[in-house]
């Protein structure tokens, strides 16, 4: 293989940013690496993606700690991949959150997910071995469910699919701040590989007619102000839509899967090339984006195995 084999060959540590947006919301940052958003409310902490591992969330709770010493009461999880998810016995919750709909993809998924993650990106995933095993939510909704945080009104909410079937974003309807997951990133690449590329787009519709003030993305910097939002907002559309248009016209030419990726790598190189993780995910999001423009409209599941094949088909 030409080039490390996904993450590999990342192994600098990243500078930490615990962000203050509200007196209710933070943001815990790391230039690009992914984030995590605390909601302090009235009488109890809800945390949103956990880092990936016990170790890392210790991390997290010593900042909460600068500014609350209310007990940290819900997870939630934005959606089921290994890297949000699989620190949360950390922070010992009361309830652990989901969608029904991540619920699901951890049964059908989770176990392939978690070993795949792990070989892709292993800095991602410092003190592995206290990682107990997948994490289980235990409460499930469909579509929108909220809850009060004494008189902090938090709502979660399925805007539509995007980075996965299941993603579910946190919004404080009082304050116009959004925690989006992995919907929308900043100065950081899209993964796309398990993503539905068609609906992705009218799902950051759904978060923009929300006019959010302030937004907490899966990567990148906190964004702070409307105008930074839709800073957000435009990037990851322009990635997805950019992608998924080179890709559907490699397909209707009936070129190969490796042609395809050469072509989209090379178009898309000079406006994000600079984003953190670029050649990282680019051959996972094209794979994706071929399948949803073909025969798979649902995300095949990748095992480490196939991972390995896909890079030897696509970087040798
Ligand atoms: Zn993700």
Redesign the pocket.
């Known amino acids: 293989m030409s080039k490390a084999f996904a993450s590999q060959a990342d192994l600098q540590d990243k500078k930490v940013s615990f962000t203050k947006l509200s007196d209710n919301a933070y943001a815990y940052t790391a230039e690009g690496d992914p984030n995590t958003g605390v909601i302090v409310g009235d009488n109890a902490v809800m945390v949103l993606d956990t880092q990936a591992t016990p170790v890392m969330a210790g991390d997290v709770i010593r900042h909460i700690r600068t500014v609350t010493d209310l007990p940290i009461r819900y997870v939630l999880l934005s959606?089921y991949?290994a890297?949000?998810v699989l620190g949360a016995s950390a922070y010992q919750p009361q309830e652990i959150i989901a969608s029904q709909d991540t619920y699901d993809l951890i049964v059908e998924r989770g176990a392939q997910d978690m070993k795949s993650e792990i070989e892709r990106f292993p800095r991602l995933f410092r003190a592995v071995e206290t990682i107990p095993g997948l994490t289980w939510p235990t409460m499930t909704f469909k579509g929108e469910m909220t809850l009060w945080l004494g008189k902090l009104e938090v709502k979660l909410m399925q805007l539509g699919r995007g980075?996965?079937k299941g993603d579910t974003v946190a919004w404080l309807p009082q304050q116009k701040i959004l925690f989006s997951g992995?919907l929308v990133e900043f100065d950081a690449t899209p993964?796309a590989g398990d993503a539905y590329f068609k609906d992705w787009p009218k799902t950051l519709d759904n978060i923009a007619a929300l006019q959010p003030v302030a937004l907490v993305p899966?990567r990148g910097a906190a964004l702070t102000s409307p105008e930074m939002v839709q800073r957000g907002l435009a990037g990851t559309r322009a990635f997805v839509s950019d992608l998924y248009a080179a890709v559907q016209a490699g397909a209707k030419q009936g070129k190969p899967l490796r042609d395809i990726y050469q072509d989209a790598h090379a178009s898309l190189k000079p406006k994000y090339g600079q984003w953190v993780i670029f050649d990282h995910c680019m051959p996972f999001d094209v794979t994706r984006a071929l399948d949803e423009a073909t025969e798979h409209p649902d995300p095949r599941i990748w095992t480490a195995e196939r991972d390995i094949e896909m890079w030897k088909a696509l970087e040798s």
Do not use: A, F
Request: net charge neutral.
């Open positions: 959606h991949h890297v949000r980075h996965t992995d993964y899966g």
